[in-house]
């Protein structure tokens, strides 16, 4: 069996990091993540990456570079982030209970999923760089 990836979408506009508060699992419902999902068989991260965002925001993005090192989910699936540009579109919580607008210097004090803490560093240098 191969290794399964999840792709997740660093959204940065101006100052801010667009956010998803996940409706489910029971375990993970009502913490926050950076929105992506599962790469399908056969698609590249990027191709996953912009489709995931449109199913879940109603957004088009634009993937450029990875943000911070892979983390592990567990031992066949590996969480993988990017920074993504908006190029249309207004983002919509779809598949979440809600999207917020977050600054450097609140990162600190959302409810992450754990697997995304890992980012914060990364999230935390490319807010402040712009």
Do not use: F
């Not at 926050?32 to 996953?48: H, M, N």
Request: aromatic share 4%.
């Amino acid at each position: 069996m191969s290794e399964q990836i999840v792709v997740a979408g660093a959204l940065i506009s101006g100052a801010c990091l667009l956010v998803a508060q996940r409706a489910r699992p029971p375990e993970l419902a009502g913490l926050w993540e950076l929105p992506g999902g599962k790469v399908a068989p056969g698609e590249s991260d990027a191709d996953a990456l912009i489709r995931e965002l449109a199913e879940e925001l109603g957004v088009e993005v634009t993937v450029g570079p990875r943000l911070g090192a892979d983390v592990a989910l567990n031992s066949a699936m590996t969480l993988r982030a990017y920074r993504v540009s908006l190029t249309a579109g207004s983002p919509h919580p779809h598949d979440h209970r809600a999207l917020r607008w977050v600054r450097a210097d609140e990162l600190d004090r959302v409810a992450w999923v754990p697997a995304d803490r890992a980012w914060l560093p990364d999230l935390s240098a490319a807010l402040r760089t712009g």
